[in-house]
């Protein structure tokens, strides 16, 4: 069973897979820190300095009673919050993430497309039948072909 295992391991597919997941995961972190730090503020911005992050609705106080500045402060006092700030970064995040998978499996199909193959045959211009590209007599009509 050790061995079978160590062949299973040592696949190619298994290899690229976990490759693949380390790479994801770095990427997972990247996209994060753009959403959080690039995309958001400036919109936070616009938006009259919202802070998406820091959007939540109490739905119980906690040790201390609320209002609550952040959403560090509610999770600091026990209150139970839903956090729709952050759920609404996580949705930015996954578009973006998304957005980009799209554009790299669109890219890889299409250097995948295999070259459209010279044709092997034309079209005879007297009588209209499909001839070898080399020939130079219609073997059809017997017309002589340039």
């Known amino acids: 069973m050790g061995k079978e295992f160590k062949e299973f391991i040592m696949r190619g597919n298994v290899v690229d897979m976990a490759v693949g997941i380390i790479i994801g995961a770095a990427f997972v972190t990247i996209v994060k820190s753009l959403v959080d730090d690039v995309i958001m503020p ?13 959007l939540f609705a109490v739905l119980k106080d906690g040790k201390v009673p609320g209002p609550y500045e952040t959403l560090a402060l509610a999770k600091t ?4 919050t839903i956090n729709y700030g952050v759920f609404i970064n996580t949705m930015i995040s996954f578009l973006v993430v998304a957005f980009c998978v799209f554009i790299l499996i669109k890219n890889v199909n299409r250097l995948r497309k295999p070259l459209p193959a010279e044709p092997d045959t034309r079209e005879c211009p007297y009588c209209l039948s499909a001839i070898p590209v080399k020939a130079t007599k219609c073997a059809h009509c017997t017309a002589e072909i340039k």
């Open 42 to 54: 400036p919109i936070g911005l616009l938006l009259g300095n919202i802070d998406f992050a820091n």
């Open 77 to 80: 006092a026990g209150a139970v």
